[in-house]
């Protein structure tokens, strides 16, 4: 079984390309869930995913760099979905998986099993589920991930702190 540092090592090492491109910087300026960047949120979710395939012993089943790139890029729609102002973030949660499979897809090679679980991620608010277990590990991680920063306490921070710009 895998512990907690194993997987960040795995993550860190698996999304290395990702986590140091241009674009996924401007994740670290994105606010996702209260006080959390979509940065933050994209490698607790990749994180999440593979403590459940590891859990749940599905290797042999999962494609491990699949899962983590999927994971890594699953938010990467590179806008921040709260400052838009004309109303359109509205539909944020609708629109953003097709955003983010096109920007992935402009930065790096997807495979099919990383395209489809970035573009099913939303499921179901979304009507089409992931059609690989990695996508649904994704999706599950994101839950997840999005209701607990979502309810953190943590997320009253930056209002005190000031440091959301
Ligand atoms: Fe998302
Ligand atoms: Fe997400």
Do not use: C
């Not at 997807?110 to 277990?133: G, K």
């Amino acid at each position: 079984m895998l512990d907690r540092q194993a997987i960040s090592r795995i993550v860190r090492h698996v999304g290395a390309d990702i986590l140091a491109h241009g674009h996924m910087q401007l994740e670290r300026e994105a606010y996702q869930h209260g006080a959390v960047t979509t940065y933050e949120h994209s490698v607790r979710v990749a994180e999440l995913a593979v403590w459940l395939a590891d859990r749940l012993h599905l290797w042999h089943r999962v494609d491990l760099r699949s899962l983590v790139r999927a994971a890594l890029l699953h938010d990467y729609f590179l806008y921040d979905w709260h400052e838009r102002g004309d109303g359109s973030h509205r539909l944020h949660g609708f629109r953003h998986p097709a955003r983010a499979e096109r920007n992935a897809r402009a930065d790096f090679d997807l495979n099919d099993v990383e395209a489809d679980s970035i573009r099913r991620h939303m499921f179901p608010l979304t009507p089409i589920p992931p059609r690989y277990l990695e996508g649904v590990l994704v999706n599950v991680a994101d839950k997840i991930s999005a209701t607990a920063e979502t309810l953190s306490p943590q997320r009253f921070s930056r209002h005190r702190s000031g440091s959301r710009r």
